[in-house]
C-alpha cells in the first residue's frame, strides 16, 4: 500500500504513512514474536511477568489468548521522564565535547544546505531551459550538479559522524532524543536511499534524458530528489526545534503526544521556512565562487563569457534569495517571543545582543560585496554609462547606512554587565546606536541594493515608450519620497514619541522598501517592454570585480555559523528547553570571542572540503595524455 | 537628446512636480495605513500613546 | 591551454577569503566579552542565615537566577515595570485598589508572590502582551521551568524587595526544618518538591494539615477539628488563620500552628485550600 501512495501523496502526507506504516510494522511485529520459556515451572505468575514482554508462550501450555495480549498493549505506557544526568554522567574526553559536537554539527549543516540548495535552482534553471529552448541554462544546471556532487558524500559523512559523537558524548541526552522521535529516525534514514536514487538517477541521466519526453521524467526525477531532500531537512529541523521549544512531552518531559504534536512545535515552520531560503542563498553564493574561480584562471573569452555568466546568475540567486530572509527571520523572533518572552530576550538582549553587531557587519559585506559586483558588471553594457555617475552617491549612502548600522546600540544587559561596559549607552555615538538609527540604515541599505539592481538591469536597454520620461520623473519621486519618508519615521516617531509609536513606525518603514521595490519592478517591466537593446558582452567585466563573489560566499558562511551560535545558545544552560537540563561542563553561553573562533575554524574548514569538492569536480574532466614514449618502449 | 517624440521642458517640469505630489499623497497614505493596522494614529502632533 | 597560474589565483582568492575572515573573528574579538554561566546550585546554609543574608541572597536571585532583572529595570530600557526603582509599597496599594486586579493578595508580600506565580492577576498598564489590550501578561510563572525558583527563593526576593523600600520585611527566614527539607530534596531537583500542589488533596499533605487537623470530623487533636470551619468562619477569615495563624486563636488552644505556612504555600495552594475549607460546613 505504501509503494501507491507514496506516488501521489504530498510530503507530508507521506511521512505521515510512512512513520505509521513503520510503527505498525515494528509495534506488531514485536508483539507477535512467540517467546519459549525453558522453565518447566508454569506457573500464573510467571506469564504475568514475561507477559508485558509480548506474546508469550510457557512451554507445554496453551498460549495466552490474544485478547490478554491486546490489553496489554491498550494499557497506558508508564510516563517516562527526561533523565536528569549529573556531571559525571558526561564522559570527559579531555577536550570540549560541545567544540567538537559544534564542528561537526555546523559543517554538516554547511553541506547539508549546500547539496538542498543546488539541486533546488538546478532544477529551476533546467526548466527554464527547456522551456526557452537555450541550450545554455541546461549546460550550467548540469555544471551546478556536477561541481556540488560529491557534497552529498561530505554531507554523510559528517552526519554520521556528528551523530556518533553525539551518542558518545551526551547519551543521555541521545537516549531521550531517541526515546521521544522513536521510530522517526527510520524514516529519516530511509529517506537517505530514495535521495540518493534520485540523485543518481537525476544526475547521471542528465544526457540520456535530454529532449522530449524524456526530459519531463528527467524533471520528475529532480523534483522528487528536492522532495526527498526537502523531507529529510524538516525532518532534521524539527529536533532542534524541539530542544528549543519542545512540544509534545509534559513539563518533566515525559512523551504524552504522538510523533506528529512532538514534531510540530511552535517553532518547527519558522525555522523551516528560514533555512529553506538560507540554504538557497547559501548554495547561490558558494557556486557563484566557483565561477569566479573558473573565470579567473583563463583567458579564453568564451570560458570567460560563459564563467561570468555562470558567476551573475549565482550572485543573482544568492541575493535574491537572501533579500526576504529579514521577514523570514522577523518570523521566527516573533515566534521565539510567543513562546517565550524570556528566550527571545536572551536572543535580542542580554548576553547575545552584541552578536548583532557582527552580524551587522556581515550582511554589510553581503550587501556592499553584492553592489559592488553589479557596479562592476555595468561594464559589461555599453548603455551603462547613463547610470555610472550614480553610483558614487549609491555607495556614499550605504557606507554611511553602514556605519550606522553597526555603531553599538542601546542593550539590554544585566546589572554587571552595565558596570563592565560603563553604561548602556555607547559614550559618543549613543543617539546614532539606537534602534530607530538602525532601522533608518537597514531600509535605506536596502533601497540603494535596489537601485544598484535597476540600473543594472536598465543598462542594456533603451525605453522607447512615449512615457519614458515620465516614468521616470514618477520612479525618482517614488525613491526620493519614499527615502525620506524612511528617516521621517526613524527619526520623529523614533526620538520624540514612545515605544509603540517607534515599533509601529519601523513596519511603516519596511512598508515604504517594499513599496520602491515594487514600484521599481512594475514601472520598469512596463517601460521597457518592447525596449532597444543595446549590445552587452559577457566576460567584460574586471578581475577584481570577481572577489565579491568570493566575499559572498566567505560572509554568508560566517553568518550562519554565527546565527548557529545564537539558536543554539538561547536554549540556555538546557539540552530541551525547560525539559532536560545540560549539566556538562560547557553548560554555559560562551563569549561571542570564543564563538568567533569556532566560526572561524569551520568557516576555514568548510572552505578546504569546498575546494576538494571543487577539485574533485574539475578532476573527472582531466584525462591524463597517454605517455608514448614509455608505451611504445615495451609495456607487455 | 530631445526629440519630438518626448515632452517639452516645461511639461517635463510639470510632470516632476506632479510625480512628486502624487508620491508624497501616496506615502501619507501608506503611513497612515501602516499605523492604523496597528491600531495607531498618525499622530502628528505629538501627542503620547495612550 | 590558459594562460593564466591557476597557483596564483588559488593563492589569491584563498588569501582574500583568509584575509576577510579574519576581520569578522577580529570584530567579535573587539567586542566585549562576557559569559552566560548557567546558574550555579548555591549550597546556602539556611540554618545560621539571618535576615540581612536573606535579603542580599534575594538581590543575588532577583539579578542572576531569577533572570528579573532582565526585563524589570530603569526605563527606557525595561521591558517591565521597574520594580526595583519604585516603592512596593505605594504601588501595591494602588493596585489592590485597581478594579482591574483579579487576585487575593492582601499586602505587599502576598501580592509580590501572587505576581511571581500568577502573573496574570495584574497586568500594568502598558505592559501586557502585545495585541491583548493588557490583559495577559508576558511575564512568566517564576516558579515554573524555565526559571523554577523554589518557595523559599521566592521569599528571598520578596524579602529584597521589601527591604529595599525600607518597608518591614514581613517574610519568614526559612525554618531549620524546610532548610534541611529544601537540602534534601536539592540533590534530586525533583520538581515535585517545589511545584505547587495540583488538588487540594496534595496541598493538605505537602503541608501535612492532618497532623493536628482533623477534616471530617469536629473533633479535636492537637487543633480545632475543620469539618464545620465553613459555617463558622468566612472566607477571608480562615485566609487570615492560615497566613497569619496566631492572631486570633480559637479558645482554648495554644499557639501551636506554623506561622510561616503562607511564606510556603504557593498562592494556587493557599486559594484551593481555603475554598475548600470555606465549603465545610456539617
Not at chain 1, 541594493?449 to 538591469?457: C, D, E, K
Not at chain 3, 576577510?20 to 549550597?43: I, K, R, S, W, Y
Not at chain 3, 472566607?235 to 510561616?260: C, K, L, T, W, Y
Request: with cysteine; hydrophobic share 50%; proline share 5%.
Amino acid at each position: 500500500m505504501s509503494n501507491n501512495s507514496m506516488q501521489t501523496a504530498s510530503c507530508s502526507r507521506l511521512l505521515l504513512w510512512f512513520s505509521l506504516f513503520v510503527a505498525l510494522l515494528f509495534g506488531s511485529g514485536g508483539m507477535n514474536l512467540v517467546y519459549a520459556a525453558d522453565t518447566g515451572v508454569a506457573s500464573s505468575s510467571l506469564q504475568e511477568r514475561i507477559a508485558p514482554v509480548g506474546r508469550v508462550q510457557v512451554d507445554g501450555q496453551e498460549p495466552i489468548p490474544q485478547a490478554a495480549v491486546s490489553k496489554v498493549r491498550g494499557e497506558k505506557p508508564e510516563l517516562i521522564v527526561a533523565p536528569r544526568p549529573s556531571r559525571g554522567d558526561y564522559p570527559d574526553i579531555g577536550i570540549s565535547s560541545r567544540a567538537v559536537v559544534w564542528v561537526l554539527a555546523q559543517m554538516h549543516l554547511f553541506f547539508g544546505a549546500l547539496v538542498l540548495a543546488v539541486p533546488l535552482f538546478v532544477l529551476v534553471i533546467e526548466f527554464m531551459g527547456f522551456k526557452t529552448g537555450d541550450e545554455r541554462y541546461d549546460v550550467m544546471a548540469h555544471e551546478f550538479m556536477k561541481i556540488s556532487l560529491t557534497g552529498f558524500s561530505i554531507t554523510a559523512i559528517f552526519g554520521g559522524s556528528l551523530a556518533l559523537a553525539l551518542f558518545v558524548l551526551y547519551p543521555d541526552f541521545m537516549g531521550y532524543m531517541m526515546h521521544v522521535f522513536g521510530a522517526q529516525w527510520l524514516v529519516y534514514a530511509g529517506l537517505f536511499f530514495l535521495e540518493s536514487f534520485f540523485l543518481y538517477t537525476y544526475y547521471y541521466g542528465w544526457n540520456a534524458m535530454r529532449y522530449g519526453n524524456l526530459k519531463w521524467v528527467h524533471l520528475t526525477l529532480g523534483l522528487l530528489l528536492n522532495a526527498s531532500g526537502m523531507t529529510i531537512m524538516v525532518l532534521a529541523n524539527s529536533w532542534a526545534t524541539f530542544m528549543m521549544a519542545p512540544s509534545g512531552v509534559n513539563e518533566v518531559g515525559a512523551v504524552i503526544g504522538n510523533i506528529w504534536e512532538i514534531m510540530k512545535g511552535p517553532l518547527w515552520n519558522p525555522i523551516n521556512l528560514h533555512r529553506f531560503i538560507a540554504n538557497i542563498a547559501f548554495g547561490g553564493a558558494v557556486v557563484g565562487a566557483y565561477a569566479a574561480f573558473k573565470f579567473l584562471s583563463t583567458r579564453d573569452p568564451e570560458k570567460r563569457a560563459h564563467y561570468d555568466w555562470m558567476g551573475y546568475t549565482s550572485n543573482f540567486i544568492g541575493i535574491l534569495a537572501f533579500l526576504p530572509l529579514p521577514f523570514a527571520g522577523y518570523w521566527l523572533m516573533a515566534e521565539v517571543y510567543a513562546y517565550s518572552q524570556q528566550m527571545g530576550i536572551t536572543a535580542m538582549g542580554g548576553i547575545l545582543a552584541w552578536l548583532f553587531i557582527v552580524q551587522a557587519v556581515l550582511i554589510g559585506t553581503i550587501l556592499l560585496a553584492g553592489n559592488f559586483y553589479l557596479w562592476s558588471g555595468m561594464s559589461r553594457t555599453e548603455g551603462s554609462v547613463r547610470y555610472q555617475p550614480l553610483i558614487k552617491y549609491i555607495a556614499f549612502v550605504l557606507v554611511i547606512c553602514f556605519l550606522t548600522w553597526v555603531t553599538p546600540h542601546t542593550l539590554i544587559l544585566s546589572a554587571s554587565e552595565i558596570a563592565e561596559l560603563g553604561g548602556s549607552h555607547h559614550h559618543v555615538l549613543g543617539p546614532l546606536g539606537i534602534m530607530p538609527a538602525k532601522n533608518i540604515a537597514v531600509n535605506l541599505m536596502l533601497i540603494a541594493t535596489f537601485l544598484s539592481f535597476q540600473l543594472y538591469r536598465r543598462s542594456d536597454k533603451v525605453a522607447t515608450v512615449s512615457w519614458a520620461r515620465a516614468g521616470n520623473a514618477l520612479l525618482v519621486a517614488i525613491y526620493v519620497v519614499a527615502m525620506v519618508n524612511i528617516i521621517f519615521l526613524g527619526v520623529y516617531y523614533g526620538y520624540f514619541t514612545n515605544t509603540v509609536y517607534k515599533v509601529g513606525s519601523s513596519v511603516a518603514q519596511v512598508g515604504s522598501t517594499l513599496v520602491v521595490i515594487v514600484a521599481g519592478i512594475v514601472i520598469d517591466s512596463l517601460m521597457f517592454k518592447n525596449a532597444k537593446t543595446l549590445p552587452s558582452h559577457w566576460g567584460k567585466i574586471p578581475d577584481r570585480s570577481q572577489y565579491a563573489l568570493f566575499a559572498l560566499p566567505i560572509a554568508f558562511t560566517w553568518l550562519m555559523g554565527l546565527m548557529g551560535y545564537v539558536r543554539s545558545s538561547v536554549k540556555t544552560h538546557w539540552h530541551v528547553y525547560t525539559v532536560m537540563k545540560d549539566n556538562s561542563p560547557d553548560n554555559f553561553i560562551p563569549t561571542i570571542g570564543y564563538a568567533g573562533n569556532m566560526i572561524t575554524i569551520v568557516t576555514v574548514l568548510f572552505l578546504l572540503f569546498v575546494l576538494f569538492m571543487f577539485w574533485i569536480a574539475n578532476l573527472s574532466a582531466t584525462k591524463q595524455p597517454k605517455p608514448v614514449a614509455i608505451s611504445e618502449g615495451g609495456v607487455a | 537628446m530631445d526629440n519630438n517624440n518626448e515632452m517639452s521642458t516645461a511639461a517635463t517640469m510639470l510632470a516632476t512636480v506632479l510625480a512628486f505630489v502624487l508620491a508624497l499623497l501616496a506615502f501619507y497614505g501608506l503611513d497612515h495605513f501602516f499605523m492604523s493596522i496597528q491600531g495607531l494614529p498618525l499622530n502628528l502632533d505629538l501627542t503620547p500613546a495612550g | 591551454m590558459s594562460d593564466v597560474s591557476t597557483a596564483g589565483i588559488l593563492a589569491k582568492t584563498i588569501g582574500f577569503s583568509l584575509l576577510l575572515t579574519l576581520v569578522f573573528t577580529l570584530t567579535t574579538l573587539l567586542l566585549p566579552q562576557v559569559e552566560g554561566e548557567a546558574p550555579v546550585e548555591q549550597e546556602v546554609d539556611l540554618s545560621s542565615m539571618t535576615m540581612d543574608d536573606f535579603v542580599v541572597l534575594g538581590e543575588d536571585l532577583f539579578n542572576k537566577k531569577g533572570t528579573c532583572i532582565l526585563c524589570h529595570k530603569p526605563p527606557p530600557l525595561g521591558r517591565a515595570p521597574d520594580v526595583q526603582g519604585m516603592n512596593m509599597e505605594a504601588v501595591t496599594k494602588e493596585r489592590l485598589a485597581d478594579a482591574r486586579y483579579k487576585g487575593v493578595a492582601k499586602d505587599v508580600e502576598s501580592y509580590l508572590r501572587e505576581s511571581m506565580v500568577d502573573p496574570g492577576k495584574y497586568v500594568v498598564a502598558g505592559w501586557g502582551k502585545k495585541g491583548t489590550n493588557d490583559t495577559v501578561s508576558p511575564m512568566p510563572a517564576i516558579d515554573k521551568a524555565p526559571i523554577q525558583l523554589s518557595t523559599m527563593e521566592m521569599d528571598a526576593i520578596i524579602a529584597y524587595l521589601q527591604a529595599k523600600d525600607g518597608i518591614e520585611v514581613t517574610v519568614k527566614l526559612p525554618t531549620p526544618e524546610a532548610a534541611a527539607e529544601v537540602t534534601a530534596a536539592a540533590p534530586a531537583s525533583a520538581p515535585a518538591a517545589t511545584a505547587s500542589a495540583a488538588t487540594v488533596d496534595e496541598a493538605l499533605a505537602k503541608y501535612a494539615c492532618a497532623a493536628c487537623h482533623s477534616m471530617t470530623s469536629k473533633d479535636v487533636l492537637v487543633g480545632p477539628g475543620l469539618s464545620d470551619v465553613g459555617a463558622r468562619l468566612s472566607m477571608e477569615e480562615i485566609r487570615q488563620s492560615i497566613i497569619d495563624p496566631n492572631a486570633v486563636i480559637a479558645e482554648g488552644f495554644q499557639p501551636a500552628m506554623p506561622a510561616d505556612l503562607a511564606a510556603k504555600m504557593t498562592v494556587k495552594e493557599l486559594e484551593m485550600v481555603v475554598k475548600y475549607l470555606a465549603e465545610k460546613k456539617q
